[in-house]
């Protein structure tokens, strides 16, 4: 049982140049989210998704889309990266929603660097 | 902005002393969470207590949450090097639709040294 996997683990980009990361997750989880960790500030909730085919915007959406398309993977893309876009991404998944249940079930991260 | 503020931002302690942390926020909420983060690691739930409860234990760990003051406190009990990490807590706001965003303080970093 995996659990939620984030890929890539590290990644350096030039200025305007587009990615995105995938995150999958094996538990069947309908809630799903992308946060980023910035040294000082906590965690920040970019996007999230409660469910196939579903998305909406957290607190720091700008410069970043999201798709789900199946329910396991909830992808983050970033079309025209910037250096104020390094940081580490994490992934979440939840059974149900977070202000009911609680515990997220977070990916290892994925560390972007943009030059 | 944040919701849940910790308290203090970093903590260095000896095996076996305890290690007390505080989270405080700003809003009525649902429920509070606690999460742990090795060094370059994921988070880890560790702990959630309701609105409606005043303390919750698990293990080693202790979770009070006083409602009126708005402000929860995480104690590890005789403290290993294991428990080295940084700690957040995170807030769910009490909302009218069914979603329950939660908002992540900046983290207490605890280093338990042998």
């Known amino acids: 049982n995996a659990g939620v996997t984030q890929t890539p683990k590290f990644r350096v980009l030039k200025t305007g140049q587009s990615m995105t990361l995938l995150c999958a997750q094996d538990m069947n989880h309908e809630y799903m989210y992308w946060y980023r960790q910035d040294p000082g500030m906590g965690l920040r909730l970019i996007h999230y998704s409660v469910g196939e085919g579903t998305t909406a915007k957290g607190e720091v959406p700008d410069g970043y889309n999201v798709s789900r398309l199946k329910k396991q993977n909830f992808l983050l893309g970033l079309e025209s990266a910037a250096p104020s876009q390094t940081s580490v991404y994490f992934c979440?998944?939840?059974?149900?929603?977070?202000?009911?249940?609680?515990?997220?079930?977070f990916g290892e991260g994925s560390r972007l660097t943009v030059l | 902005s944040q919701q849940g503020e910790e308290d203090p931002q970093a903590l260095s302690i000896q095996e076996g002393e305890n290690a007390t942390m505080n989270c405080s926020y700003k809003t009525s909420i649902n429920n509070l969470q606690w999460y742990r983060q090795n060094s370059g690691r994921g988070l880890v739930h560790l702990i959630l207590?309701?609105?409606?409860?005043r303390e919750k234990h698990s293990g080693r760990l202790r979770v009070t949450l006083d409602t009126s003051k708005k402000s929860s406190s995480l104690l590890i009990t005789a403290s290993r090097a294991a428990d080295t990490a940084s700690y957040f807590c995170a807030t769910v706001k009490k909302t009218t639709d069914s979603w329950g965003k939660l908002q992540f303080g900046a983290g207490t970093q605890v280093v338990v040294t042998p």
């Open positions: 979440a998944s939840s059974l149900l929603a977070g202000g009911h249940t609680g515990e997220l079930f």
């Open positions: 207590i309701r609105s409606n409860e």
